[in-house]
């Protein structure tokens, strides 16, 4: 089994940063890629970023490109999603998520493992 907890989420206004963590504990595997989506009140939950665990390979959706960045700390089995020129739009639950792969997967059907989520709220 493996244990994913968030962390950094708050209230920030347009235009601000946060810095959001997540710590993988339990179960290890070979590779694996660590992603982040996010769920907007009312809408479907939907991919934001991910990394491959061993390659450190990323993969961005369109409306976060250029203003997020995920990253690893492999010592301390955290990924981190810096998140820059916040938008109102980006208000929803952060939630990461571990896949058994090799490479990146934007689909969140073949996530095995979720977080509880954090939540992040964007004021205009």
């Known amino acids: 089994q493996v244990q994913l907890v968030e962390s950094g989420g708050g209230l920030v206004q347009a235009g601000g940063s946060l810095r959001l963590a997540c710590a993988a504990s339990g179960r290890t595997f070979s590779t694996f890629v660590l992603g982040w989506f996010r769920q907007a009140p009312g809408k479907e939950r939907e991919f934001v970023s991910a990394?491959?665990?061993?390659?450190?390979?990323?993969s961005y959706a369109d409306s976060v490109k250029d203003r997020f960045t995920i990253s690893r700390d492999i010592a301390k089995n955290t990924v981190y999603l810096q998140m820059n020129s916040l938008e109102p739009e980006d208000t929803a639950i952060y939630y990461c998520?571990?896949?058994?792969?090799?490479?990146?997967?934007?689909?969140?059907?073949?996530?095995?493992?979720w977080g509880q989520g954090t939540q992040v709220t964007v004021s205009s």
């Open positions: 990394i491959t665990w061993r390659g450190g390979a990323t």
């Open positions: 998520a571990v896949d058994q792969s090799m490479v990146v997967r934007r689909v969140q059907y073949y996530y095995d493992y």
